[in-house]
């Protein structure tokens, strides 16, 4: 049986919005440097490389500022031609990461994604990273639905990962309405030096 991520509505829409609005999915290099952290902490604690994933990664912009700092990241978007290879959804890696994401995907198929990354692409011990805003975005569909299609509160996003095997061990949510947090699988014993490095990482982002 095969899992529905988005669809092809959808995934026309998103097609449309890469192509046609160069500012469209090209913000993910914002989060370099507090990903560059978290891969830093993950690998000190781990004492081997890690393998990461930018799940949702627009044009690519995360993947190719961690690749200036000689980090290995691969990147997947079904919307984005050169980053849809789904051979990488049969991987498994040590740190996600899912930035201004979440709320792109359809209700429908929320919990799809989110088992997804929870229960097939993290590894053992594996972090996932996400960022999701929790209001409306400034940018409306081909449509005429609002890009951010599920918009809900902190608390609809903490049921929905823990429904799927999910643990949030961090977390930070700032006025903008944008909620950040770190989780792991429920079945994993992640040693707690990581989990308090995490902790610090996502503590000191910017809550303005």
């Not at 604690?45 to 993947?63: N, T």
């Not at 990962?161 to 977390?171: D, M, P, R, Y």
């Not at 947090?181 to 079945?187: E, I, R, V």
Request: hydrophobic share 45%; net charge positive; proline share 2%.
């Amino acid at each position: 049986m095969i899992t529905i991520l988005i669809s092809d509505y959808w995934l026309r829409q998103n097609e449309y919005m890469h192509k046609k609005r160069p500012a469209f999915g090209s913000h993910g290099a914002r989060w370099g440097a507090v990903v560059f952290k978290m891969i830093k902490a993950t690998e000190k604690y781990m004492a081997k490389k890690a393998r990461v994933l930018d799940y949702g990664c627009g044009k690519g912009g995360l993947q190719k500022t961690l690749r200036n700092n000689n980090v290995v990241i691969d990147a997947y978007d079904p919307a984005i031609a050169e980053h849809k290879d789904e051979l990488l959804l049969t991987k498994h890696y040590n740190l996600l990461v899912c930035t201004d994401v979440l709320e792109h995907v359809e209700p429908a198929y929320v919990s799809n994604v989110a088992n997804l990354l929870v229960s097939n692409l993290l590894a053992k011990n594996g972090i996932l990273f996400a960022v999701v805003s929790l209001v409306p975005s400034k940018k409306i569909m081909p449509g005429g639905c609002n890009a951010h299609i599920t918009i809900r509160d902190s608390a609809y996003w903490i049921s929905i990962f823990k429904n799927v095997g999910g643990e949030i061990v961090a977390s930070n949510k700032n006025k903008k309405g944008v909620f950040i947090f770190a989780l792991k699988n429920t079945q994993d014993e992640i040693s707690s030096k990581i989990i308090a490095a995490y902790e610090t990482i996502i503590n000191s982002i910017a809550v303005g």
